[in-house]
């Protein structure tokens, strides 16, 4: 079990010896995957059935199968500016302009805007995350368009991506998360 001992968020700290079995086994495993225990798990591993799925998703959607970083740093800056996720905008402006995006695209994007983007790959998982977003249908040319430029298997990661992104951008405002260090 953890102890809600809660400092500037109300996340709680992590700590090892209040665990119980099912936790544990748990925070061994996203250790063993990730090397450490990232912020969002630090809520889920309250309910360990949960975090396990929610681990083995992360890990898959995080590495990346069809999506290079780049088109995965738009959508998640996206997803998380129409959330009002700070700390996840925060941490994957970082990310982004690790990728090697453009800081004007990152800034951009981070304002809620639509960057212009050379790339038809990028420019396909931009138009998929607006209409998200802005909960507009998504027409048949957008979709055939992000088909031809993904493939059906990337548009269902995209799809997958900002699902998960979702929940990470709700966990993180809910649970206030202050801005990690610059």
Not at 38 to 48: A, C, D, L
Not at 66 to 73: G, P, V
Not at 99 to 118: D, F, K, V, Y
Not at 138 to 145: C, E, I, L, R
Request: include cysteine; aromatic fraction near 4%.
């Amino acid at each position: 079990m953890m102890e809600p001992t809660q400092s500037q968020s109300r996340i709680p700290e992590l700590r090892k010896e209040l665990l119980s079995s099912a936790q544990s086994d748990i925070v061994q495993r996203i250790e063993a995957t990730r090397g450490r225990v990232p912020t969002p798990f630090k809520i889920w591993i309250q309910n360990p059935t949960l975090a396990e799925p929610l681990q083995e998703l992360g890990a898959v959607l995080t590495k990346g199968i069809i999506l290079s970083k780049q088109e995965r740093e738009i959508a998640i800056l996206m997803i998380a500016r129409h959330w009002g996720a700070e700390y996840v905008l925060a941490t994957h402006s970082r990310e982004a302009l690790e990728a090697g995006l453009p800081e004007a695209t990152i800034a951009e994007l981070r304002e809620g805007g639509r960057p212009q983007l050379s790339d038809q790959r990028q420019q396909s998982v931009c138009a998929i995350v607006t209409n998200f977003v802005l909960n507009l249908p998504t027409s048949d040319a957008t979709f055939n368009d992000a088909v031809a430029a993904l493939g059906q298997a990337g548009v269902a990661e995209l799809v997958a991506l900002c699902g998960y992104f979702t929940t990470v951008a709700l966990a993180m405002k809910l649970y206030q998360m202050p801005l990690p260090a610059k």
